[in-house]
């Protein structure tokens, strides 16, 4: 079957992405899904920074690659034997496959699952196979999904099932903004009622952490990010408080309106220096938790003797710790019902033709969801 994807053949052209054009749009095919596998015709997907890191080479990838990751859609036809997924099911996707059978994914741990990863680091399907071919080349898979595409082929373990009535172009962000930044706040954060907390970053993932934060009962919820117009816009979302991490005392500012700092820190900015003031504001016995993917050559630098002497704790978020089969219906409900509007982060509506100039929009901030919806 053919399909159309965006195709990037090299990474690390320069900027502006409107007149480099590192995606290009072409015509490619898809074989015929074998077992535990299924076709699925996209409805919606997101421009996500994990995109964008992997288009300017901070991330790099296999090339060539049909990007994307974020997206949801309905399957039209699953591979012989399969009995989880049905043609017409509406279906959200999933960035890391899971095997359901290594040490992580049986200690309840899906978003680490091991060939999950080295199927995503070599560009294939879990199955550790390519379905996608381009101008007589195959074609790599980016992260189980290449969700910038008519349709793609796909496992089934990279998809969870969601009800028909939820509006597809919102499901497409509870499959990476909703779970890497809900998740990070109340499943690696594990946020109690009445807590004070800081989001650092208020990108697309940063500002659905601050939803969940506010969701989960947070007492104060602090918006940090460099961008003023952020800030503010946090503030309308229902943050109590929002600051610049750079202007002078910005850690005992904090500390002044939490009485020593916050229980919880959420850095999603994916830079060293936010993670620094995310653990500067963290009160004694508090969590700072990071699930921001800064370049892989960035180190960190921190006393460690807070560690001990302040009980305090420093983990990492991936895929916001989440078991995807719980967390995406989870969260899906709690948008139905309003206590997740993620809607107000779509901030733009583009069509597939228009990937680069929404790619140089997000790379110059001037937007925090754009979502493609697809005809």
Same mark, same amino acid.
């Given at each position: ?56 080479? #901070? ?14 859609? =309905? ?24 095997c ?39 074609i ?10 008519d ?10 099932? =969601?009800?028909? #009535? ?20 109340l ?41 003023? #117009? ?11 408080h ?17 009485s ?33 993917l ?20 420093l ?61």
């Amino acid at each position: 079957m053919k399909t159309r994807i965006a195709l990037l053949r090299e990474m690390g052209l320069p900027r502006p992405y409107t007149e480099s054009r590192p995606l290009e749009i072409v015509e490619a095919t898809l074989e015929a899904p074998e077992p535990g596998e299924m076709r699925v015709k996209l409805a919606a997907a997101g421009l996500c920074h994990s995109d964008l890191s992997t288009i300017n080479a #901070d991330r790099p990838r296999v090339m060539p690659m049909a990007i994307g990751h974020e997206a949801a859609g =309905i399957v039209e036809e699953v591979g012989p034997g399969a009995s989880r997924f049905a043609p017409g099911d509406h279906v959200v996707m999933v960035f890391v496959p899971s095997c359901g059978h290594c040490v992580p994914c049986a200690e309840g741990r899906p978003a680490l699952c091991e060939p999950g990863a080295a199927a995503n680091g070599a560009g294939t399907l879990i199955s550790g196979e390519k379905r996608l071919s381009a101008e007589g080349e195959t074609i790599n898979h980016h992260l189980g999904v290449s969700a910038f595409s008519d349709r793609v082929i796909v496992s089934e373990n990279s998809c969870v099932k =969601i009800d028909d #009535d939820i509006p597809l172009d919102r499901a497409a962000l509870l499959g990476c903004a909703v779970l890497t930044g809900v998740g990070a706040v109340l499943n690696s954060g594990a946020l109690r009622p009445g807590q004070d907390v800081a989001v650092i970053g208020l990108g697309g993932v940063g500002l659905a952490g601050l939803l969940g934060a506010i969701a989960g009962g947070a007492r104060r919820v602090i918006a940090v990010d460099l961008a003023k #117009d952020k800030r503010d816009f946090a503030l309308e979302l229902g943050a109590t408080h929002a600051i610049d991490p750079t202007e002078e005392g910005a850690v005992e500012t904090v500390k002044g309106w939490t009485s020593g700092g916050v229980d919880l820190a959420v850095e999603l900015a994916g830079a060293v220096p936010a993670l620094k003031y995310a653990y500067a504001i963290t009160r004694r016995g508090g969590t700072t938790v990071t699930a921001g993917l800064p370049h892989p050559e960035a180190e960190l630098s921190f006393p460690p003797v807070s560690l001990t002497a302040e009980e305090r704790v420093l983990k990492g978020s991936y895929v916001g710790s989440c078991v995807p089969v719980r967390d995406i219906p989870r969260y899906a409900a709690m948008m139905m019902k309003g206590q997740l509007p993620i809607e107000k982060l779509m901030t733009h509506t583009i069509k597939l033709e228009d990937i680069n100039e929404g790619f140089e929009r997000l790379a110059a901030g001037k937007a925090i969801r754009q979502v493609i919806v697809f005809d």
